[in-house]
């Protein structure tokens, strides 16, 4: 089984839709959870950082974290085509380093 | 601020060859890692160093190696490039303990072994 597990899609929606992403995991010793954005050919950018459990809101874009199931989203809010991008879930036991990221989400937003 | 500049770009070796992905940073950044990644698989980690002149082994580190002699730079060695080694390549930078953690990524160096 792996520690972070991410169903890579692709997830094709209309504009304007509310996406969900998903993520699920087994070390119950994580407790940073990140999200990072990735454009085709780019390298990956962060997007949401939460500690521990809870939600955070910023602009169209929501994390939630839920340490008793191990599962963490990220909601879009009005999707527009230059959300089109491949999505990972990342977290960490330690302070932001050691990373595990999941196999990344494609997400494509149809115009 | 160039952030984090990876070279090269794009590479095609064949199997034995070896070299070198270029990696630096003009962020002062202490940490830095070297990632790969391949299609379904998510990121995996090769390589990290906490500060000039100490590297430590991540997930993945089979056939390469690193140093890490200035702070500022990092290469990844490949020794005796084989298929399995086709990869995107990222280097990243972080400013390690006491702040969010976040991964400052290069573009990528996308190698192909033939």
């Known amino acids: 089984q792996k520690e972070v597990e991410q169903d890579p899609g692709p997830l094709s929606v209309p504009e304007g839709a509310i996406v969900s992403l998903n993520c699920t995991y087994s070390?119950?010793?994580?407790?940073?959870f990140m999200w990072y954005r990735q454009y085709s050919r780019k390298g990956p950018e962060l997007l949401m950082y939460t500690y521990s459990s809870g939600n955070k809101e910023d602009g169209r874009f929501t994390a939630q974290v839920d340490k008793s199931s191990k599962y963490i989203s990220l909601f879009i809010r009005d999707s527009q085509p230059s959300d089109s991008a491949t999505y990972l879930c990342?977290?960490?036991?330690?302070?932001?380093?050691?990373?595990?990221f999941g196999a990344g989400t494609i997400l494509r937003v149809k115009s | 601020n160039a952030g984090v500049t990876q070279t090269p770009k794009f590479r095609i070796l064949k199997i034995g060859q070896s070299m070198t992905l270029q990696c630096t940073q003009d962020m002062n950044h202490n940490y830095m890692y070297w990632y790969r990644q391949d299609p379904g698989m998510g990121l995996k980690l090769i390589y990290y160093s906490v500060g000039a002149g100490i590297t430590d082994k991540g997930e993945v580190p089979n056939g390469y190696n690193v140093s890490r002699s200035t702070t500022e730079d990092f290469p990844l060695r490949l020794e005796l490039a084989a298929p399995s080694q086709t990869s995107v390549y990222f280097c990243?930078?972080?400013?390690?303990?006491?702040?969010?953690?976040?991964?400052?990524f290069g573009e990528g160096s996308r190698l192909t072994v033939l």
């Open positions: 990243a930078s972080s400013y390690g303990q006491g702040d969010t953690g976040e991964l400052f």
């Open positions: 990342a977290m960490s036991a330690e302070y932001g380093n050691k990373l595990v």
């Open positions: 070390n119950s010793a994580f407790q940073y």
